[in-house]
């Protein structure tokens, strides 16, 4: 065996190969998915702290992490609302600093006490009494003691409940030290790296784990250093290759070819009020296209607010029910998976189609019904999360509609195709994915490379812009003015609170008071409220009323962002506009602006905003393009916000930052390209060392 081949399977074995790694810190190591070495050298640092020099107390700024040296000059317990220990430091320039711990014990206390020198590190922040740092981390230092600095950057890796960043670094440390020489650790081809400059792995792994000196600390800082472009590289490909596997793997697999020129859907593009938009149309014959081959649909279809994808989707469920198989539509809340059902239910029922409704509310013998008749093979069913559920069965799926995608995550969305598998006759149903948050094409090409991407990127004839203001909370009154305005005019409005209930903590007007403080501020108006908590009669029966004209204003939480359709409404307030991102402020400022009147959105703030906040309100004065609303939200959330896939750990990159690193992405798809043709084997490789046992969806 090679030097280089042995050295390589060092990064193979156990982390339990380590001196010094037990039982104990292996289980640890465990819950950070962290089984062997290799783990080890790519657990990459979150971010970096700079404890290579000392700050001045008088240079400090509020947000900055800095590192002090101060002298303790009083100690004060307080008990009044929770434990509290507050020590005032100061430093040579006589300027002072408060340390504020909520979490000590008796132990602790005792060793503040005046006099004592600290060095300490911590996030500055400004309190009523001037600045402090709260729960700092900090040393004592003996008298006369010299002060000593770190001489580099000091990495802050992702861990886990009982194992301190000293203890892991000691351990990443150890594994650094089996790195084997770069031949054997390389992946990615050496004429590959070579056309693309991609510097050396093992000196970038090195730099990351342990920046020297002179290392660029701004770079390092903000994630552009080239050493952690070389890795973000590698994991955007890994990530690009694992879904083109599973989008290869799915087309190997056979789909019903559809009859996608049929009676059914002449029939219905003649009953429609409207013609539809040229966008409509080439996104209808990209669908088509792929409804006709005999292997598998990959479709996302995104569009904006109001341009039409439900029908689109119709005329594909059309194709399907015309051909002799089912078809189910999955939405991620009941109230929006209700608007398809009723849109479907209005457009299908005179075409003889019955459309069925499958909800998790849904129970006893209803429910049982429903499960029935879809199992025997009815059209088109509709339903939420239950669908998925192990007790539903279907006759005969053909084709699979996801609304609002990213709020499922991949694995649900496979989990609702495994039901239409088949095995007979080795069929799997087609796969139309809608979304109504436009995804940036960056995003895009990373986060859905396993479907085709279709954009339905214009509005219907006769839509007008919404008018969009930013108004302080001080100026409630003049707003509820607004309101009462319009209401005499003969049109209505929406009040959107964020919270149900009061609450002191956030701040902000909970639906339940709104709707209180409006109905006695508009006594002429009536004055409706929505929100989660009420039963499904009951919020039908509040949209019920709205749509017809009887309520003039609707007070609701967030329920209403998608799949509310009232034209006559041409207001949108909402309250607390400054805790909502710039995604859902579009979504709700889209349920207005669907008739022939001009309509407005008032975004009521608390002051002071942040610098956040203020960026996204300012974007929502600016524009109603919804795709330039993506591209700034992705700027200021990062993907795994937009995409809702935080939790679901699709896009939970640990070093890759896709609105910053986008640049890489052509680059990433021209070697994929290549290693998933030339080189399978490094293929897999890759994504074992940086997805793991994670993929799944990877290999589906």
Wanted: positive net charge.
């Amino acid at each position: 065996m090679s030097v280089a081949a042995a050295a390589s399977d060092a990064g193979m074995q156990p982390v339990a190969v380590l001196p010094g790694v037990g039982p104990a810190l292996q289980a640890m190591l465990q819950k950070l998915g962290l089984e062997r070495v290799q783990d080890l050298w790519f657990h990459l640092p979150l971010r970096y702290e700079d404890r290579t020099r000392v700050t001045a107390i008088a240079d400090l700024r509020p947000g900055q992490s800095a590192q002090v040296v101060g002298t303790v000059e009083a100690v004060e317990r307080g008990f009044r609302y929770r434990p509290q220990l507050k020590v005032a430091v100061a430093d040579d320039s006589r300027q002072g600093l408060q340390l504020r711990f909520f979490h000590f014990n008796r132990a602790q206390a005792e060793q503040l006490v005046p006099g004592t020198r600290l060095l300490c590190f911590g996030e500055v922040r400004q309190a009523a009494q001037g600045l402090e740092m709260v729960h700092p981390q900090y040393r004592r230092l003996g008298a006369g003691e010299a002060v000593m600095v770190e001489d580099r950057l000091s990495p802050v890796y992702p861990t886990t409940e009982g194992l301190g960043q000293k203890r892991l670094a000691g351990v990443i440390a150890k594994a650094l030290a089996l790195l084997p020489p770069e031949p054997a650790l390389e992946l990615i081809p050496p004429d590959l790296c070579a056309a693309h400059g991609l510097a050396s792995l093992r000196e970038a792994l090195l730099t990351v784990h342990r920046p020297a000196p002179d290392a660029r600390l701004d770079l390092l800082l903000h994630g552009r250093h080239p050493a952690q472009q070389r890795l973000a590289f590698e994991e955007l490909l890994t990530q690009h290759l694992s879904l083109k596997r599973m989008r290869a793997a799915m087309q190997r697999r056979k789909s019903p070819q559809l009859a996608v020129v049929g009676t059914l859907r002449r029939q219905l593009i003649g009953s429609l009020p409207f013609s539809l938009t040229a966008a409509q149309r080439r996104v209808d014959e990209e669908v088509r296209r792929d409804l006709a081959e005999a292997k598998p649909m990959l479709r996302l279809v995104q569009g904006d607010v109001g341009s039409g994808k439900t029908v689109v989707a119709a005329l594909a469920a059309l194709a399907a029910v015309e051909s002799g198989y089912q078809v189910a539509l999955m939405a991620p809340t009941e109230l929006l998976a209700e608007q398809h059902l009723r849109n479907f239910r209005h457009w299908l029922a005179p075409l003889g189609v019955g459309v069925e409704w499958l909800a998790g509310k849904q129970q006893g013998k209803a429910r049982q019904a429903a499960m029935r008749r879809v199992a025997e093979g009815a059209p088109v069913t509709v339903g939420t999360h239950a669908l998925m559920q192990e007790d539903v069965g279907f006759a005969r799926l053909g084709l699979v509609i996801v609304d609002e995608q990213h709020r499922f995550g991949v694995q649900q969305r496979l989990a609702l195709h495994d039901k239409g598998m088949d095995a007979e006759r080795g069929e799997v149903p087609h796969q139309l994915v809608l979304t109504a948050t436009p995804i940036p094409r960056t995003l895009a090409m990373s986060a859905y490379a396993d479907l085709d991407v279709s954009a339905i990127d214009e509005l219907p004839p006769g839509r007008m812009p919404v008018q969009t203001v930013a108004v302080s909370n001080a100026r409630r009154a003049e707003v509820i003015e607004r309101i009462r305005v319009a209401c005499a005019e003969g049109r209505q409005a929406y009040w959107v609170c964020t919270l149900i209930e009061e609450s002191e903590q956030l701040r902000a007007q909970a639906a339940e008071v709104a709707h209180a403080e409006l109905s006695a501020a508009l006594a002429d108006c009536r004055v409706g409220l929505i929100h989660g908590r009420l039963k499904p009669k009951e919020k039908q029966a509040v949209m019920d009323a709205f749509k017809a004209g009887e309520l003039a204003v609707l007070v609701a939480t967030t329920v209403i962002e998608v799949g509310v359709d009232v034209p006559n409404a041409s207001l949108m307030v909402i309250e607390n506009s400054e805790r909502l991102g710039l995604a859902q402020l579009h979504q709700l400022r889209g349920r207005v602006g669907r008739g022939a009147v001009a309509s407005n959105c008032v975004l009521l703030y608390q002051p002071p905003l942040g610098q956040l906040a203020r960026e996204r309100l300012e974007v929502m004065r600016e524009t109603n393009d919804g795709f330039r609303i993506a591209e700034k939200d992705l700027e200021l959330r990062g993907p795994g916000e937009v995409l809702g896939t935080r939790q679901t750990g699709q896009l939970s990159f640990r070093i890759a930052d896709l609105s910053r690193d986008a640049h890489l992405l052509p680059a990433v798809q021209q070697v994929g390209e290549r290693l998933l043709a030339e080189h399978p084997r490094e293929s897999d490789r890759l994504i074992a060392r940086w997805i793991g046992g994670a993929a799944r969806y990877a290999r589906a």
